[in-house]
């Protein structure tokens, strides 16, 4: 049985590259823009369209279309591609902000057995709150490994220690 909410979708309008920073993207589900527009910008999205995510982290276009793009202000959530700041989430479901996977860390906690858990059990909602309408798992792991390289050898103990502007690059464990 068809949701009402579901329409066809007309496979010849999918576009591959960002119109403004040509990155590839990765095409999402309607249903991610629509829980995750702004009402206004919500109401502007063509039903017949296939969207697409545009992971640049310079670029300021979120979701786009043949017709239609949108930017990272017409979203009711930052997004971690585009967002360097500690407490944007990386795990939009489970609310794992960079700061809080970095302080799992410092405690020998990994946050990706927590995700892996809750998934299991059917816990999450990637489509509705991840702005790339996917599993965060890959993401969290990227991050981990990111805060992992920059760890200080040759420590036990370790905290977090950011520089002045936050980057994915500043991340960094050390004595």
Wanted: charged residues 25%; contains cysteine; aromatic residues 8%.
């Amino acid at each position: 049985m068809e949701s009402c909410c579901q329409m066809p979708v007309n496979e010849s309008s999918i576009m591959t590259n960002c119109p403004v920073c040509h990155l590839k993207g990765k095409r999402v589900p309607l249903i991610t823009l629509k829980s995750l527009l702004k009402p206004t910008s919500l109401e502007t999205i063509n039903h017949e369209e296939c969207y697409a995510f545009c992971s640049n982290p310079s670029c300021e276009v979120v979701y786009f279309s043949h017709s239609k793009t949108f930017s990272k202000d017409m979203l009711k959530v930052r997004v971690y591609q585009k967002d360097e700041g500690l407490d944007v989430p990386v795990c939009y479901c489970f609310n794992w902000t960079r700061e809080r996977i970095i302080e799992a860390m410092q405690d020998n906690e990994r946050p990706t057995d927590h995700i892996r858990e809750q998934v299991q059990a059917g816990r999450c909602g990637c489509e509705v709150n991840n702005p790339q309408g996917s599993c965060c798992l890959g993401n969290v792991a990227a991050f981990m490994k990111t805060v992992n390289t920059n760890h200080t050898p040759n420590t036990n103990e370790c905290f977090f220690h950011k520089k002045k502007k936050a980057t994915p690059s500043t991340y960094r464990l050390h004595d």
